[in-house]
């Protein structure tokens, strides 16, 4: 099943890349950006820094479709026990719609979204009892560090400006939020800057 789907994504990108035609060979239609920002994890009040990567193919004048890969790393350190309480990382992968709201020789405004899954790795400091033990005990006897790897489904919502310095060469920033079937919603920001092809 996996190699069946990964052949239809292969053709799907393939079949994009074919599909650019003389007139427009002149604008451009591939990306690819990279991008760092801050990212808010809201269960557990984590922060941390998220990494991204996208391509991108303009299908129309308005409508562009991207493949976008995130890392994030965070944290929550207690300033008491002088222990992180929190360490998250999250491997994400998405697909999204983006549509020009806003696009000239300068700037560019978008807003985008699509699916997304991604995979998860937690560690959490949880007061109480747990109910199979599985935890690893923390600093007190009623403390213990819970260990999660988990996979999800859900979504991203992308608002995102691009500033073009040329023809090829851009920055910019952008606000995401992604949300999913299981475990928290993240909220980041950050700055981009891609190569247009």
Same mark, same amino acid.
């Given at each position: 099943?996996?190699?069946?789907?990964? !052949? +239809?994504? $292969?053709?799907? +990108?393939?079949?994009?890349?074919?599909?650019?035609?003389?007139?427009?060979?002149?604008?451009?239609?591939?990306?690819?950006?990279?991008?760092?920002?801050?990212?808010?994890?809201?269960?557990?009040?984590?922060?941390?820094?998220?990494?991204?990567?996208?391509?991108? *193919?303009?299908?129309?004048?308005?409508?562009?479709?991207?493949?976008?890969?995130?890392?994030?790393?965070?944290?929550?350190?207690?300033?008491? !026990?002088?222990?992180?309480?929190?360490?998250?990382?999250?491997?994400?992968?998405? $697909?999204?719609?983006?549509?020009?709201?806003?696009?000239?020789?300068?700037?560019?405004? !978008? +807003?985008?979204?699509?699916?997304?899954?991604?995979?998860?790795?937690?560690?959490?400091?949880v007061q109480g009892a747990i109910n199979?033990?599985?935890?690893?005990?923390?600093?007190?006897?009623?403390?213990?560090?819970?260990?999660?790897?988990? *996979?999800?489904?859900?979504?991203?919502?992308?608002?995102?400006?691009? #500033?073009?310095?040329?023809?090829?060469?851009?920055?910019?920033?952008?606000?995401?939020?992604? #949300?999913?079937?299981?475990?928290?919603? +993240?909220?980041? $920001?950050?700055?981009?800057?891609?190569?247009?092809?």
């Amino acid at each position: 099943m996996n190699s069946f789907l990964f !052949k +239809i994504i $292969a053709c799907g +990108i393939f079949c994009l890349l074919l599909s650019q035609t003389v007139s427009a060979q002149a604008r451009y239609r591939n990306n690819f950006r990279t991008g760092v920002g801050f990212a808010y994890i809201v269960e557990g009040d984590n922060s941390g820094a998220i990494f991204t990567q996208q391509y991108t *193919r303009e299908l129309t004048d308005r409508l562009n479709f991207s493949l976008s890969g995130e890392y994030l790393s965070s944290s929550r350190y207690d300033q008491g !026990k002088e222990i992180f309480t929190s360490r998250k990382a999250f491997v994400m992968f998405d $697909a999204s719609l983006y549509f020009d709201l806003l696009e000239n020789d300068k700037f560019t405004i !978008k +807003i985008g979204a699509g699916p997304a899954v991604r995979r998860r790795s937690e560690v959490d400091l949880v007061q109480g009892a747990i109910n199979n033990n599985s935890g690893t005990p923390g600093t007190t006897a009623d403390e213990h560090f819970i260990h999660n790897r988990e *996979r999800d489904f859900g979504g991203k919502i992308v608002l995102e400006n691009d #500033f073009h310095n040329d023809n090829r060469l851009f920055f910019g920033w952008r606000a995401s939020g992604y #949300f999913y079937n299981a475990g928290s919603s +993240i909220f980041s $920001a950050g700055l981009t800057m891609g190569y247009s092809f």
